[in-house]
Structure formats: structure tokens, C-alpha cells
């Protein structure tokens, strides 16, 4: 590949290959002066049409399948030279003009017919078949084609990436460049995609000075956005705000951006409270997650005060009925735990592995169905959801197919379409994050019943908000904690060792050579080794003990991304152990990633169209590089990902933690490492030991494991909905 720079006039459209209107990225080929055939170019040109001229500004490069093709940096569209050239262009690019009225056109008005668009579109109605309301659709198409182009232009002429334009042109309209050019950081509030630092550049090359308010007010936005998706905080302290945007702008005046601050809240895109409870002044929260927080609190309020009474004698009645189904006697505990279910509005089940969470859960939804209420049972995944199924034998779907999903980001079930359900069971709701708690309670009658199960010592949701936790930490909501670990439970080591994780103390061993081991702590201070140690494990020691299969039986969970041992290096190393190349497997490229027939993938976000979401573990079934596409089937749901997707897509032979969150495997292996101490926290260990069904091989430093163990605090989140729930209760005296 060469870096040297060509310039090519006059290069005329003949067909285009493919276009991807969300982000401009356009393959086409094109007749050059001095070229013989056609030659392709590829990069953001918008959309393109047939017979339009091209001056191209790009690199040659040779693809190892597509041959030559021109890699465009810039390009401006020139006119039409040839009467063919025009022909070709109003066809494809004029709504509503075809071959045979387009060669009409252009023998009245020769090449300059273009001009006529422009100046007098009126004279086209000498033209056979153009009436006044067709040249209307002509004019309109027209005036967009232009527009478009001209964005492409602008942004091209201020060095800004024309990635966006497609969207940026579909908001604004004909008004985008005026838009652009009064205030280019509202993009990073409209569109997705684009980031405070892309406005930013597009912003600087138009003029903006580095200290207007239109930066600062964005600089304070984009911060609490990261701070709050990165940590899962609801707010941020103002000083510590101050301070963060005052040092990524490189700036020393707090003056104004206490002005910003003032903007954004008279804009009221943020909220700033003192929270006396937590002895913190001026806790700035982005508004969304204020009202969410209030949302909460009120809508659990009224759900709980709207009485649905069952009589304890009623639910003392059906008992022996639910213990004969499951074939034992609950426990004293159990059987209190069951009572409380049943007859309370809202209730949490939660408790370590082996505390039997599960069997209490089963026993509350036989004991409600006895009663004849209709039950709906969901998680936030479909790993989860699919457990939840096979340990209760009902349906069990994800919270965004129960709530169902719509295109425009909200829920078919909400505020106006309850849902028809007089219990909803949500498990793993440890992983429910404030917004999608929102959007469960919105879709909730009055007269439903909320029990929630999941496990409070696992890492929060990977979304903003403690939810679970900060019920539970309220004590306002009735709940029951189980702490007893059945004997059967007991020996399990996996188990013991959850435990005793929970509680800072380092995990037990087996005995030595034990055949019933399920549980390895294996140490080793080099990370190198420690590689190649998770290699071995994976794809030769495990299988060959336990008869295990490495690709569908056993997942490798890490703390990081990074490092000898972190996702991306031990994909690599594992795919080229358990999935090497081959002539007879087709593959596909995306940065760092190959992706071949056989591969174990995970989907890196929710795709509702394909419903195929944030976590969801897959095997790729085929490559199609021809139409650079995969299929995957995830979980009985086979689906087609095109290349424009596969951003979406990342390898999973090893994956991180907080992915692994609602899922179990055969066997689990993880490294700890002092590479990860950033990262290191005992509700990571806890989680990534708990993921494990059969067998669990830790691999790592002692050191490492210590400073896991210690780290009980860090990772709290910053939330008042414990507070605020305390508050609404205690005033209205309802417990």
C-alpha cells in the first residue's frame, strides 16, 4: 500500500456497489481518463448516483480480493460532461425520472440541463409526462441531492470526518451547515456516535474559541456521561466535576465553568442537590438520572400501597400441594420466605450460590399459580432467561422481549399498556440497571406483584445505578436474605470458596490429586506464564480430565481488555489454538479481529431488529465473504451480520467478567494478575467463581488474589435511591 496522494478529474460513476446510509461508507466504481475498465473507490462519499462526476482525492491501495481501488480522502462533484453521463445521473438520482423521460430531457436541454434545475426548474414542463406536480417531486429531489452534497462540501472545506453526514443531514436537513456553524456540540447530544472530541475538532476548525460556553457546557455533559456509564454513578460531586473538565480542557477558569454549569441547569439538561444524607453538597446529576432516581421511589411507592391481599391461611392451604410437586418439605425459612413472597406487593429474594435461591423462587411461583395469579417470568438476558426457564419450567423471555421493544428506543408495555400479568418475577436482577427498572415499573398495574431474585454480592448492572442493592439497603422493601448452604451445596468447593471470597478470606484447596475436585487456585507471579498456563488448561489439560469440550464447555473470564492476559490477547492465542486458520474456512477482517467459521463470538450491543443483545454468546454457523457477511446462531436465534456490523461482534473464547454477568458455564478459567489490580475487587472474584456450574481454575499471583480480597469498597457507586425510597416511605408511613 502507498501513502503517496493521486488526484483524479473527472472520473464518472458507473454503478455503485454498496452504500451504508447510516454512516456515508460508499463502494463504487467509476469510468477513469487513462484507465481501461472501470476502477473502484471506496470511503464516505454519501450516497452516489450513476453518471455523476467525481474529483477524487485518495491513495491506492491493493485489497487482497476487490484488486486496485482508490481509498478516497476527499472528492467534490463536478457536472455531467457527456450527454450519457447526464442521461445516467437524472435517472438514478431524480425521484421520478426514468431512462426514457431522462433522455428527453437532456435532448431539449443538452448537459445543461443541471443549470436548468437550478436556476429555472419551470422549463421542464415543456417536457412530455413532467406535470406541475411531478416537477414538484423533481424539485424537491433535487434541492436534497444539492443539499447533501453541499454538507459533504462543508465538511470536507473544515477537515471534519464526512462520516456523519448522513445524519447529520437527515436531522437538520437543508438548516445543517446554519446549525453547524451556531453551535456543532449539539451533535454530541443528538446523534449517536458522535462524541464531545469529534464536535470538538469540527467545532475548533470552525472558529470557536476554546473557552465559549458552548465547549465548557459540552466538556461538563460529555464528562458526566463518562463518569456515570464508565462507573454506573446516578451523580457527580461539583467539585470533583469542576475539577475533572477543568483539567481535560487544560483550563484554570472556574469561573465560567461555574457560568457553564448555570447554562446547563437553566437548560435543564442537569440537576444540582445537596444530599444531607450522605453529607454531600451540590451532587450534580444529569436530568434523566434524576428523574429516574424520583421515578423509582415513586412508582415502588404506589405499587406497594395499592393493596392486593392473600390471606396467610390461603397460602398455609396450598402448601402441602406446592411441597408435593417439588418433592421435599420446606424449611422453616423457606416456608417464611414463601409467606412474604406471596402476600407482599414487592419482594427480593437474594442470597449466595447454593443458598437456594432457586428452589425458593420455584416454590413461590407454584405456590402463586396454586393460588390462581397469572405469572410472567423475565431476565436481563437471554442466557438468564433461558436458566430461569429450565429451573422453573415456564416460559421465561428477556425483560426487553416481555416488555417489547420498539424501534423508537421505548417499550410497547409502559405508562399507557400495562402489562396482563398479576405477579412479574425478574431474576438476575442484579444486573437491572436504573433505566431498565424504570421501564419495568412503568409497565406494571397497580395491582401486580413484583418479586425480585439475584444475588447482591455480584458486580452491579453494567448500566448506571445500584438497584438491587439500594432496595435492599433502603430496608423498606421487604426481602429475604438467605445465608443457610444446603449440604449438598457444601461440598462444593466452587461453593465454599464463594463464600469464603464473600467474607475476604483466600478460597480453600482440595486435597491433593482429589477426584471430585472442582475448585484449582494455581499460582504463578509471571503473567507470560500465566498465558500460557490458561492455554494449556483450555485447550489440553480440562478437556482431556473432565471430557470437556474447550469450544462449548469452557469460558475463560478476565478483569481487563489489556495485557498479556486480558480479552484481546487471550482471543487471539486461543482462537489460533482451538480455531487456526485454514484454506477451507473462510474468513472475515474487522481491526484487530479475524472471524471464522466455527469461532465463539459475543454481541458487544442490543440489536433489537435481530434481537441479539448486549452479552449474548454465539458460534459463527458460515462466512460469506463474497457479500462480506456471517451468520451466527445465538442461542436457537440465527441471525445475519453484515460487515457494517461486525463493530458489533467481538471474538469470546475469552471474555470479561462483567459480560459473563447472568450466565453459567461447565467450567470457568481466570487469571488475576497484578496487571488488573486497577480492576481487581471481591465482588469480581466472587462473580467470575460464581459463573462456574462444574469446574473452576483460577490462575495468578497470591498478591494479586490479596489485593482483590481487600478491595471491598472500591467500585461504590454514586446513588441516592436507597435515601430517597427511606424518605417516601418513612413520610407516608406505610412501613
Excluded at 449438598?488 to 465454599?496: D, G, H, K, L, Y
Aim: glycine share 6%; charged share 25%.
Amino acid at each position: 500500500m502507498s501513502d503517496e496522494l493521486s488526484y483524479i478529474t473527472g472520473a464518472e460513476v458507473q454503478s455503485v456497489v454498496y452504500h451504508n446510509s447510516e454512516n456515508g461508507y460508499t463502494i463504487a466504481r467509476v469510468r477513469v481518463k487513462d484507465e481501461p475498465g472501470t476502477v473502484s473507490i471506496v470511503g464516505t462519499m454519501g450516497e452516489l448516483t450513476a453518471g455523476s462526476t467525481l474529483n477524487l482525492h485518495g491513495v491506492w491501495t491493493t485489497h487482497p480480493k476487490f484488486g486496485r481501488q482508490l481509498e478516497v480522502r476527499t472528492f467534490e462533484e463536478a457536472r455531467p460532461a457527456t450527454e450519457n453521463g447526464v442521461i445516467k445521473f437524472l435517472q438514478s438520482s431524480i425521484k421520478g425520472v426514468g431512462a426514457k423521460t431522462a433522455a428527453l430531457i437532456v435532448e431539449e436541454f443538452g448537459v445543461e440541463v443541471l443549470d436548468v434545475l437550478d436556476d429555472n426548474p419551470e422549463e421542464l414542463l415543456v417536457i412530455k409526462g413532467i406535470s406541475k406536480n411531478k416537477l414538484e417531486s423533481i424539485i424537491e429531489s433535487w434541492g436534497k441531492q444539492r443539499e447533501i452534497k453541499n454538507l459533504l462540501v462543508f465538511l470536507q472545506t473544515h477537515s471534519v470526518p464526512t462520516t456523519f453526514a448522513g445524519k447529520i443531514f437527515h436531522l437538520y436537513g437543508a438548516q445543517a451547515e446554519a446549525k453547524l456553524r451556531e453551535n456543532p456540540y449539539d451533535l454530541a447530544y443528538e446523534i449517536r456516535g458522535v462524541g464531545f472530541k469529534t464536535a470538538d475538532i469540527m467545532a475548533m476548525k470552525l472558529g470557536f474559541s476554546p473557552d465559549c460556553a458552548q465547549r465548557l457546557e459540552a466538556a461538563v455533559i460529555y464528562h458526566m456521561f463518562m463518569y456515570c456509564e464508565r462507573g454506573g454513578h446516578m451523580f457527580i460531586p461539583k467539585d470533583k466535576l469542576m475539577a475533572d473538565v477543568a483539567r481535560m480542557l487544560d483550563t484554570s477558569d472556574f469561573d465560567k465553568l461555574e457560568l457553564a454549569l448555570f447554562g446547563l441547569e437553566e437548560k435543564k439538561r442537569i440537576r444540582i442537590e445537596d444530599l444531607p444524607e450522605q453529607q454531600i453538597s451540590d451532587a450534580v446529576y444529569l436530568m434523566h438520572f434524576f428523574h429516574y432516581e424520583n421515578e423509582i421511589t415513586q412508582r415502588l411507592y404506589q405499587l406497594i400501597s395499592h393493596p392486593t391481599p392473600v390471606s396467610r391461611k390461603k397460602i398455609d392451604k396450598t402448601l402441602p400441594r406446592v411441597e408435593d410437586k417439588l418433592g421435599f418439605k420446606l424449611s422453616d425459612e423457606q416456608r417464611e420466605a414463601v409467606f412474604e413472597a406471596c402476600s407482599n406487593k414487592a419482594f427480593i429474594i437474594t442470597g449466595g450460590p447454593g443458598t437456594g435461591k432457586t428452589t425458593i423462587t420455584k416454590a413461590i411461583m407454584l405456590t402463586l399459580k396454586e393460588l390462581g395469579l397469572k405469572i410472567k417470568q423475565a431476565a436481563p438476558t437471554g442466557r438468564a432467561a433461558k436458566r430461569m426457564s429450565e429451573a422453573t419450567g415456564e416460559q421465561a423471555l428477556t425483560v426487553h422481549r416481555l416488555l417489547q421493544y420498539q424501534p423508537n428506543g421505548g417499550f410497547h408495555y409502559c405508562e399507557d399498556q400495562k402489562l396482563k400479568a398479576d405477579v412479574l418475577v425478574i431474576d438476575e436482577a442484579s444486573m437491572v440497571d436504573a433505566h431498565l427498572f424504570v421501564a419495568i415499573l412503568r409497565s406494571l398495574p397497580h395491582t401486580c406483584r413484583l418479586i425480585l431474585v439475584g444475588d447482591v454480592n455480584q458486580l452491579p448492572s453494567v448500566g448506571p445505578g445500584h438497584v438491587l442493592g439500594d432496595l435492599i439497603n433502603s430496608r423498606r422493601i421487604p426481602s429475604a436474605v438467605l445465608t443457610h448452604i444446603f449440604r449438598q451445596a457444601q461440598e462444593s468447593f466452587i461453593v465454599v470458596n464463594a463464600h469464603r471470597i464473600n467474607n475476604g478470606k483466600f478460597p480453600r484447596q482440595h486435597p491433593q490429586q482429589a477426584p471430585e475436585a472442582d475448585f484449582f487456585w494455581i499460582p504463578q507471579e509471571d503473567s507470560v506464564k500465566v498465558q500460557k498456563l490458561i492455554l494449556d488448561s483450555v485447550c489440553d489439560r480440562i478437556p482431556q480430565r473432565y471430557g470437556l469440550d474447550p469450544l462449548r464447555d469452557i469460558q475463560v473470564l478476565t478483569p481487563m481488555h489489556k495485557g498479556d492476559v486480558g480479552t484481546q490477547a487471550l482471543n487471539i492465542a486461543l482462537q489460533e489454538r482451538l480455531n487456526p486458520p485454514s484454506p477451507h474456512k473462510p474468513e472475515l477482517k474487522r481491526k484487530f479481529n479475524i472471524f471464522r467459521e466455527g469461532d465463539r463470538v459475543i454481541q458487544l450491543k442490543n440489536n433489537y431488529d435481530k434481537e441479539v443483545f448486549n452479552g449474548d454468546l454465539g458460534w459463527i454457523m458460515e462466512v460469506d465473504p463474497d457479500n462480506n457477511e456471517l451468520f451466527i446462531e445465538f442461542d436457537g436465534n440465527r441471525v445475519s451480520i453484515e460487515a457494517s456490523e461486525l463493530d458489533e461482534l467481538g471474538l469470546a473464547y475469552a471474555i470479561s467478567v462483567h459480560k459473563s454477568q447472568g450466565s453459567e458455564y461447565q467450567a470457568v478459567v481466570m487469571p488475576i494478575v497484578t496487571q488488573h489490580f486497577m480492576l481487581l475487587q471481591r465482588n469480581l472474584l466472587y462473580t467470575g467463581l460464581t459463573r462456574a456450574r462444574e469446574l473452576a481454575v483460577l490462575i495468578g499471583s497470591d498478591r494479586a488474589f490479596q489485593i482483590g480480597l481487600n478491595n471491598a469498597t472500591a467500585g461504590t457507586r454514586s446513588t441516592h435511591l436507597a435515601h430517597r425510597l427511606r424518605t417516601m416511605f418513612d413520610q407516608n408511613r406505610l412501613l
